[in-house]
């Protein structure tokens, strides 16, 4: 059973067309987190959502920007993609409060090329 | 900021051998968690073990063990019996207690089991 679930497995964008990137989670979690890894290399936080509330790290590039409509959903937009955005984008939840708040479930990734 | 090291870009296992795979990390905090995360190829990231630190005894999970020596800052994964399909990116990762939701990673040791 599918718990984060990232749509598309593989998006192709041209350099400077936005590109979104969605999430989904079945968990009914708090947290949803968007990370960036690039080619073997460690997943880097972008930014997280803690219900509503928004937490940007503070050297991710304007050039990204996250939506939460509702606990389910969580987007990642970039706005003007550059060859160096190409990457992996993991989408992970978390409770919020609770025992288990620290165990991070992932999504299996969106893999992200830039022509 | 705290810091993960990963000083193991690479390792390789003979099949029902044992391997440790090597972690320490930087941090001024005294409360935090430790875990250790695989990411099978192509796969999502999933949670092996992870290491509370304000417990002394060293976590276990099946074939997974943990070392946990605070006061070197060191956090050793052992996986016994190695099996193919522990094949993976190994993932050491810290999260503090107190302050916010953000997993800190290393930057991973690729596990190769030969059969």
């Known amino acids: 059973d599918a718990m984060v679930i990232q749509n598309p497995r593989y998006q192709v964008t041209q350099f400077g067309k936005p590109v979104t990137l969605s999430c989904s989670q079945t968990?009914?979690?708090?947290?949803m987190y968007w990370y960036q890894q690039k080619s073997s290399q460690a997943p880097k936080l972008l930014f997280h959502y803690y219900d509503k509330d928004f937490n940007n790290e503070a050297d991710t590039p304007d050039n990204f920007q996250s939506r939460r409509p509702n606990t389910s959903f969580c987007f990642l937009d970039i706005r003007s993609p550059g060859l160096g955005d190409a990457a992996m984008y993991l989408c992970?939840?978390?409770?919020?409060?609770?025992?288990?708040?620290?165990?991070?479930?992932f999504g299996p990734g969106t893999r992200l090329t830039v022509t | 900021a705290q810091t993960v090291t990963q000083s193991q870009p690479e390792m390789s296992v003979q099949e029902a051998e044992t391997v440790t795979l090597s972690c320490t990390y930087d941090t001024s905090e005294s409360d935090y968690y430790l875990f250790w995360y695989k990411q099978p190829p192509s796969r999502q990231m999933i949670l092996v073990i992870r290491?509370?630190?304000?417990?002394?005894q060293n976590a276990t999970e099946n074939r997974f063990s943990v070392n946990f020596q605070k006061a070197a800052k060191s956090f050793s994964l052992k996986i016994s019996d190695s099996q193919l399909g522990d094949a993976a990116m190994y993932f050491c990762?810290?999260?503090?207690?107190?302050?916010?939701?953000?997993?800190?990673f290393g930057a991973g040791t690729i596990l190769r089991v030969k059969s």
């Open positions: 968990l009914n979690h708090n947290v």
């Open positions: 992970a939840t978390s409770r919020g409060s609770g025992v288990e708040i620290y165990e991070q479930y």
């Open positions: 290491q509370e630190a304000y417990k002394q």
């Open positions: 990762a810290y999260r503090s207690a107190e302050y916010g939701n953000k997993l800190v």
